[in-house]
């Protein structure tokens, strides 16, 4: 593996042996000495050119516990606010001796960009590129739901290898601006499960509907009639991202639409988990009584998140390939 | 010298040896703990485990018995192909104080060893860490040796020792072989 840009093509078995990696690694989180000498004398760089709480301090977090150097970059108070193109920034950190470059950025493709330019000689990590990927985001989703529902065991050490055969998740909300959406979309479908979308079709990407493995409901109930997921999803409604133009009439109508409250949760199996990937709209997308319920697996996101980007940051940095 | 240079009853009477050695040296097995390296000292520490049990019966091989892998830890990883990480399993007690004694199938260099230790120091304090290998072929790389030896191979560093278990291969045997690049 040389980078991490998109969860698209990504084949069953890489994505399986990302997994079990992340599950080895969040046995060591358990320890009374969390760092691991790994990865001594990479540098990682987090370069952030877009606002991150969770993502950027995961990275972090996960590069640190690996031993590795962490440069933290953000656009606000850096040069890109004078006028500094990605180019320049790229070639500036290249300088400075990067092996990976885990990068948030708001335009669509800015990872892939940066990977296949020949800017830089180290792994890039895409952190979320505008509406399009999140992989890292998208695979720990995975991991939290084998972890859960696929084994039986509550240390998921019987998941080891398996994908998430048979599986129905739904993804619920704001899919148009999600770049979860977008990677989960086809990681999960690649992992073996069935992939449910719930949004008012103002907030669906054109031609969804003509992509075979994906479902596509206009409101939540009639998803909740027609199926027993196992798992749900919701997901933020990005407002910041809503300029210009009217997606649904008022805040109210969508959370009556689409939002996960009490009467709703009921009608889940009594298996099924409750995702967010944070940060959440308490009261729009998901009510305060579905975020707190016992099912609700978001704080659990969050821990999982680090050890699966230890994961990725391993098999990208660890080998002879990276060396070169 | 090539060929096979133990078989199954050779290897289990190593392992019942080494089992009476451990017992001996620790006055007793009580507070040993068995820690085996992936992949093949793994199968090896649950057949001294057993052995132990059969001698002091203070000893219980399922509370008694882990796996310890030293992937991460490795000073080689920057120039291989990336390593799958093993699973680490500790005995439920830790091991605080505890007997730890190492199971590894051949010792060659001595880093995995250096490794193992490295892993061990940040899962606790052992008492004591001792070393119990079946195959010792020489060819240190570091000051590090064996507690507990099941037989010692003189080899050249081309040849290549392959131990073969019923566990993971099917059949008990320790082969000699002279290396591809030789």
Same mark, same amino acid.
């Given at each position: 593996?040389?980078?991490?840009?998109?969860?698209?093509?990504?084949?069953?078995? $890489? @994505?399986?042996?990302?997994?079990?990696?992340?599950?080895?690694?969040?046995?060591?989180?358990?320890?009374?000495?969390?760092?691991?000498?790994?990865?001594?004398?990479?540098?990682?760089?987090?370069?952030?050119?877009? $606002?991150?709480?969770?993502?950027?301090?995961?990275?972090? =977090? @996960?590069?640190?516990?690996?031993?590795? $150097?962490?440069?933290?970059?953000?656009?606000?108070?850096?040069?890109?606010?004078?006028?500094?193109?990605?180019?320049?920034?790229?070639?500036?950190?290249? =300088?400075?001796?990067?092996?990976a470059v885990v990068v948030r950025h708001w335009a669509s493709g800015a990872a892939e960009l940066l990977a296949t330019s020949g800017w830089i000689h180290g792994s890039v990590v895409n952190?979320?590129?505008?509406?399009?990927?999140?992989?890292?985001?998208?695979?720990?989703?995975?991991?939290?739901?084998?972890?859960?529902?696929?084994?039986?065991? =509550? !240390?998921?050490?019987? @998941? $080891?290898?398996?994908?998430?055969?048979?599986?129905?998740? @739904?993804?619920?909300?704001?899919?148009?601006?999600?770049?979860?959406?977008?990677? !989960?979309?086809?990681?999960? !479908?690649?992992?073996?499960?069935?992939?449910?979308?719930? =949004?008012?079709?103002?907030?669906?990407?054109?031609?969804?509907?003509?992509?075979?493995?994906?479902?596509?409901?206009?409101?939540?109930?009639?998803?909740?009639?027609?199926h027993e997921f196992d798992a749900i999803m919701m997901l933020r409604v990005q407002r910041e991202r809503m300029t210009g133009a009217a997606f649904f009439p008022s805040p109210e109508e969508y959370t009556r639409m689409y939002g996960l409250d009490a009467a709703r949760m009921k009608r889940l199996p009594e298996h099924a988990i409750i995702m967010h990937p944070g940060p959440m709209n308490r009261g729009l997308e998901i009510s305060a009584e579905a975020a707190d319920a016992a099912n609700s697996v978001i704080v659990e996101q969050v821990a999982n998140g680090v050890a699966v980007r230890m994961a990725a940051l391993y098999l990208l940095l660890a080998g002879e390939e990276a060396a070169e | 010298m090539t060929g096979t240079i133990l078989g199954a009853p050779e290897i289990s009477r190593a392992i019942t040896r080494i089992a009476h050695e451990i017992v001996e040296r620790n006055n007793g097995a009580a507070d040993v703990v068995l820690l085996g390296i992936p992949t093949r000292g793994l199968p090896l520490a649950y057949r001294l485990a057993?052995?132990?049990? %059969?001698?002091?019966?203070?000893?219980?091989?399922?509370?008694?018995?882990?796996?310890?892998? /030293?992937?991460?830890?490795?000073?080689?990883?920057?120039?291989?192909?990336?390593?799958? /990480?093993?699973?680490?399993?500790?005995?439920?007690? %830790?091991?605080?104080?505890?007997?730890?004694?190492?199971?590894?199938?051949?010792?060659?260099?001595?880093?995995?060893?250096?490794?193992?230790?490295?892993?061990?120091?940040?899962?606790?304090?052992?008492?004591?860490?001792?070393?119990?290998?079946?195959?010792?072929? %020489?060819?240190?790389?570091?000051?590090?040796?064996?507690d507990f030896v099941g037989k010692n191979i003189p080899t050249s560093r081309s040849e290549r020792v392959d131990v073969r278990l019923a566990e993971i291969d099917g059949e008990d045997a320790v082969v000699l072989r002279q290396g591809e690049d030789a």
């Open positions: 593996m040389r980078h991490l840009l998109t969860t698209a093509g990504m084949s069953r078995e $890489d @994505a399986v042996h990302i997994l079990d990696t992340a599950a080895q690694m969040a046995a060591t989180q358990d320890r009374e000495i969390r760092k691991l000498p790994t990865l001594r004398g990479k540098t990682v760089v987090n370069l952030f050119f877009e $606002d991150s709480t969770r993502t950027r301090i995961s990275f972090e =977090a @996960a590069a640190k516990r690996l031993s590795a $150097d962490v440069i933290n970059f953000s656009a606000k108070g850096s040069s890109v606010s004078k006028g500094e193109s990605l180019k320049d920034t790229a070639l500036t950190l290249q =300088a400075m001796g990067a092996d952190a979320g590129d505008g509406t399009h990927q999140h992989p890292t985001q998208a695979l720990l989703d995975a991991y939290t739901i084998r972890k859960h529902l696929v084994g039986g065991d =509550a !240390n998921g050490a019987q @998941a $080891d290898g398996k994908g998430l055969d048979g599986l129905r998740v @739904a993804i619920v909300g704001d899919i148009l601006h999600s770049r979860v959406a977008g990677s !989960n979309g086809y990681l999960l !479908n690649t992992l073996g499960a069935k992939v449910t979308v719930v =949004a008012p079709p103002t907030l669906l990407p054109v031609g969804i509907a003509a992509r075979p493995e994906l479902e596509v409901f206009y409101t939540l109930d009639e998803a909740l009639s027609a | 057993d052995a132990l049990a %059969g001698i002091d019966s203070a000893f219980s091989p399922a509370e008694r018995t882990g796996s310890l892998d /030293i992937t991460m830890h490795r000073d080689d990883l920057h120039r291989q192909p990336t390593r799958a /990480i093993g699973v680490t399993t500790l005995p439920a007690a %830790g091991l605080d104080d505890a007997t730890v004694v190492l199971v590894d199938d051949v010792f060659h260099t001595g880093r995995t060893i250096r490794a193992a230790l490295d892993a061990i120091s940040d899962l606790g304090r052992p008492r004591v860490v001792q070393l119990a290998v079946l195959v010792d072929r %020489g060819h240190r790389e570091l000051p590090i040796r064996a």
